[in-house]
């Protein structure tokens, strides 16, 4: 036996300790380390793949436009020509008279509308349940939460039979009113002024003569910047994404948003529906092309307002 190892079991004996050759140790931390690298190399791996998994789709998508229907139909993600998209945006803007920008304008005065609203009612709402005391103020906070997980389509049917009663079908307003129902936007509100905005601080407010609207307006909204960025993001994918509510308020096809428009091209397309008369010609790249449109302004506004949105996802986190 070595020297070194015959002394090293003498001292543990000596001193009551188990006895583990040095080398046994040394052995056994490699061991341990090597099966920490390959198993951070399987999780990389792993990682990776899903990753493959989830971009092939949609690098398929975004090169779609690029391609004919004829190299479609040979699979691939491969890059075609900027003509190729050209043509095929002289397609959509064929349908049915350029519609689609039609649509689009639709889309934008519903969702805009409608998250502009959902900000002005969420912000004073959530600062009042959070900051306020009045009677059945735990009640309503309540029944927020009991809204904010209802299934919007349980909705669908009673708002139908109200906008009918008033005459308003195939009106983009009550539409928009609608959106600005947004109990998720309160709730978020809520959680933000409970834990962002000191009472001390509004308490000294109250001591110096300010009214509670002087409050909300001097202090309370200058700080709540992230919040109305969270609530306005979430409102306007919300409305944007939206498709059984205006398809069941909005029939006619002149009035529809993106989301209803989009099936209307799917369903008269040509891969659908081959005896359709059209004088234009839908396939997978104009579908392609039309729907990365649609996609275009939550890109947009996800990107304007990144700062604002990885600020506020801390909301809640730590109470102030």
């Known amino acids: 036996m070595d020297r070194q ?3 090293h079991t003498l001292n543990n004996q000596k001193e009551g300790v188990a006895t583990i050759p040095p080398k046994t140790i040394k052995g056994s931390s490699y061991r341990t380390a090597n099966r920490g690298y390959l198993g951070s190399v399987f999780r990389v791996v792993l990682m990776i793949a899903i990753g493959v998994g989830f971009l092939y789709p949609i690098m398929g998508l ?27 945006w002289s397609q959509v803007m064929g349908f049915d008279n350029g519609i689609y920008l039609e649509w689009f304008k639709n889309t ?17 709402s959530g600062y009042a349940m959070a900051r306020l005391q009045f009677p059945k103020r735990k009640a309503l906070l309540f029944l927020t939460l009991l809204l904010m997980v209802m299934p919007n389509t349980v909705l669908v049917i009673p708002l139908f039979l109200e906008v009918s009663t ?4 195939n009106s983009l307003w009550p539409v928009v009113i609608i959106f600005a129902f947004y109990p998720f936007g309160v709730y978020l509100s809520y959680i933000h002024f409970r834990t962002a905005l000191p009472m001390e601080l509004i308490e000294a407010a109250r001591v110096d003569g300010l ?13 709540s910047r992230q919040v109305v960025a969270l609530v ?15 398809y069941v308020l909005l029939p006619q096809t002149q009035q529809s948003p993106l989301a209803v428009g989009l099936l209307q091209m799917i369903s008269s397309s040509q891969l659908i529906n081959p005896e359709e008369g ?13 729907s990365i449109v649609t996609m275009l302004p939550v890109l947009l506004v996800f990107i304007g307002a990144q700062r604002y949105l990885q600020r506020g996802a801390m909301i809640g986190a730590v109470k102030g």
């Not at 975004?62 to 139909?73: E, Y």
């Not at 004088?279 to 039309?290: H, R, W």
């Open 166 to 169: 008033v005459h308003l079908l």
């Open 211 to 223: 009214t509670e609207m002087a409050i909300f307006f001097r202090i309370a909204v200058p700080l």
């Open 108 to 124: 934008v005065i519903m969702v805009g509308g409608g998250t502009v609203l959902a900000i002005a009612i969420s912000i004073p």
């Open 62 to 88: 975004l090169v779609a436009p690029t391609r004919t229907q004829a190299n479609m139909a040979l699979g691939g993600i491969a890059f075609g020509s900027l003509a190729n998209v050209k043509y095929a």
């Open 5 to 7: 190892v015959v002394a």
């Open 232 to 246: 306005g993001f979430f409102s306007f994918v919300a409305g944007w994404t939206n498709f059984f509510l205006p």
């Open 278 to 290: 059209l004088n234009v010609k839908l396939y997978m790249p104009e579908l392609a092309l039309a």
